[in-house]
């Protein structure tokens, strides 16, 4: 009896640890934004730029491409959704660091104590010189 008890301790210290709690949280998040990242590509991306650069190419239906059995056009297709998801977090990404950025200067401002004024300095500086 002893043994489960101490096993139920160290599983609830273990779940309950700050990592694996944030770790959990992260996952969720990321599940998330890869599904807002996915629509972004398939439903806005996808047909805004994608499909009409494939048409000027003729080349509609990538995926479909094929040589002698080798269907490259999946490859291909592949290596495309790859490089626009990259470009779309690039981006993404960028917007979300400079939007951090903007946030942690306006509360940098806030938090700044004022300093002492220069009369002031001179009043202490005065203060204590008569202290002498």
């Given amino acids: 009896m002893k043994g489960k008890m101490k096993m139920l301790k160290d599983l609830k210290a273990f779940l309950l640890r700050g990592n694996v709690v944030d770790l959990a949280v992260g996952v969720i998040i990321a599940s998330a934004f890869g599904a807002i990242v996915t629509s972004l590509v398939n439903d806005i991306i996808t047909p805004l730029i994608l499909n009409p650069a494939l048409e000027a ?21 592949a290596v495309i ?11 993404v990404i960028k917007g979300i660091e400079k939007a951090q950025s903007l946030t942690k200067k306006e509360e940098a401002a806030e938090e700044a104590p004022a300093g002492p004024t220069e009369l002031e300095v001179l009043q202490e500086i005065k203060a204590l010189l008569e202290k002498k």
């Fill in 57 to 77: 190419a003729k080349v509609q239906n990538i995926a479909d491409l094929a040589w002698n059995g080798v269907t490259y056009g999946k490859f291909l297709s």
């Fill in 81 to 91: 959704n790859f490089l626009v998801i990259g470009t779309v977090l690039f981006f």
